[in-house]
């Protein structure tokens, strides 16, 4: 395969471009099959969300994109090239934050255009405008123990989106927040989604969630993790983030979902 073929796939009558395609990945711990002969591609500019039962291989296959695993056997593309291991094309959202607790919220966010050695007028231009698109205005010279959890999660997000990567990679960023936030975080990413043409992977437990803010959703089996299927919301996209929840196709997918889920849950 070319290093430098462009992966495009037909769908629903229109050429889509995939920004990442995992080709049979299989990843083991020891005697454990984590993940097997897993195939998924990844279009360009979208949300897709990775969605099963617990320890079904969701985070792994996310690590194993961002370069952070190893996978046993397989190959990641991004972008049609292949992942050798993390790269500058990609950048992770993790579940704990994982700020920097001695930094500043303007110098967290811009730390990854430091690591880059990016002038600090111009690493600290662009965190000043990531940190006002994620609702954090003011709070630029706040450390990290004077924030709220969601606040800490919008930072980390800030950071991830400031160091413009290609392929946004989000390990259950809205886990760990209550439900008022959780959802203004949901309508929030979908406004990224449309404003930054970044491609997202995005990592829940949660159907609703996984319904309302992606444009595909691929559920996996228990392990060993494999594809079981694909759906692609499609009909009530247009309509608003606020008319998502009670739109008719929403509601029969978040059904669909669950009853092709619930037997996996003891």
């Known amino acids: 395969m070319s290093p430098t073929r462009k992966n495009v796939v037909e769908a629903s009558g229109f050429k889509v471009e995939n920004a990442v395609s ?23 500019g979208q949300l897709t969300s990775l969605l ?26 991004v972008n049609g090239r292949a992942v050798t291991g993390p ?7 993790f579940q704990d934050f994982a700020l920097l607790p001695w930094a500043s919220v303007l110098r967290n966010v811009a730390f ?11 690493r600290e231009a662009v965190a000043e405008k990531y940190i006002r698109d994620v609702g954090l205005a003011g709070f630029e010279k706040n450390y990290p123990h004077e924030l709220s959890g969601g606040m800490r999660q919008r930072v980390g997000l800030a950071r991830a ?3 413009d990567s290609e392929v946004l990679l989000m390990d259950e960023p809205f886990s760990a927040v209550d439900e008022q936030t ?7 990413l979908l406004n990224l989604v449309q ?6 992977i995005f990592v829940t437990h949660s159907i609703e969630e996984a319904v ?24 009530f996209r247009s309509k608003g983030a606020e008319n998502i929840r009670r739109d008719l196709e929403y509601l029969d997918i978040v059904d669909r979902i669950w009853a092709s889920l619930r037997t996996y849950v003891e």
């Open 112 to 122: 990854g255009l430091e690591l880059r050695g990016v002038a600090k007028s111009e």
């Open 195 to 200: 404003t930054e043409n970044k491609t997202f």
């Open 182 to 188: 959780r959802r203004k975080f949901q309508e929030d």
């Open 161 to 163: 989106l400031a160091v």
């Open 212 to 235: 309302y803010v992606s444009d595909q959703i691929a559920i996996l089996l228990p392990r060993p993790s494999r594809v079981s299927e694909i759906i692609r919301p499609a009909g």
């Open 87 to 93: 790269g500058p094309d990609r950048a992770f959202v």
């Open 52 to 77: 099963g039962p617990s320890g079904c291989g969701k985070t792994t296959l996310l690590k194993i994109i961002a370069g952070l695993l190893e996978p046993t056997s397989g190959e990641v593309e």
């Open 22 to 44: 995992t080709r049979k990945i299989s990843k083991n711990y020891g005697p454990v099959e984590a993940l097997r002969n897993l195939s998924l591609d990844f279009p360009k």
